[in-house]
């Protein structure tokens, strides 16, 4: 059940096999109301928000200690149907490598459409989407609405790896920072796999959760 703690923050579990409504509504008019959330995923656990709310893309940027024109955010999408909403059209192979993948560790890095918010747009003009799987991901994204903007709590080597996974470390280091930590279980200890697919050919950022071997053209 949903609680409020005695905190900035909020802190709520989620069963990604039996979702709670309530703490599903919750979670989304948080979303809705310009809120950073930290929610699990099939990889690390990350940061998300509102993809259309101006404010919630600044807030978590001060979050990540970033510039919005600097960021490397991906849109968590429920599925492959929204993909050309965000992205200029792809090729056949590809969209046959993230049909094979997806939903799974990965963040494909496609050309930005014109419908990315231009708070968004980089110099390069790309954008990460990811579809995890992930439960508690689908239900949020669905019932939103939209895409939630979404980086991953994962920095660098020398941060403990358990703030990465364990919910309740997670909420103790973020409770203050940000408005609801969901608690969906504990989390992988590896980040996606990251491919570049805005080129000729699909190349390999980083070897994560996701294998590599499935993502032959």
Partial sequence: MAKKLLTLGMFIRLNQDKIDPKGLSQAVKVLKDGGVVVYPTDSVYAFGCDMM????????????????EKSTFSFICADLSSLSDYCKPISNPVFRVMK???PGPYTFI?????????????????????VPDNAICKELVTVLGNPILSTSLYNNEDELINYFSEPELIYEKYKDIVDLVIDGGYGSIYPTTVVDCSKDEIEIIREGAGDVEKLEL
């Fill in 100 to 102: 094979r993948v997806l």
């Fill in 53 to 68: 709310n101006p404010k919630a893309i600044e807030k978590l940027c001060r979050i990540k200690n970033i510039k919005p």
């Fill in 110 to 130: 496609l050309e930005a459409s014109s419908n990315v918010p231009k708070l968004l747009k980089q110099s390069r003009k790309t954008v990460g989407i990811r």
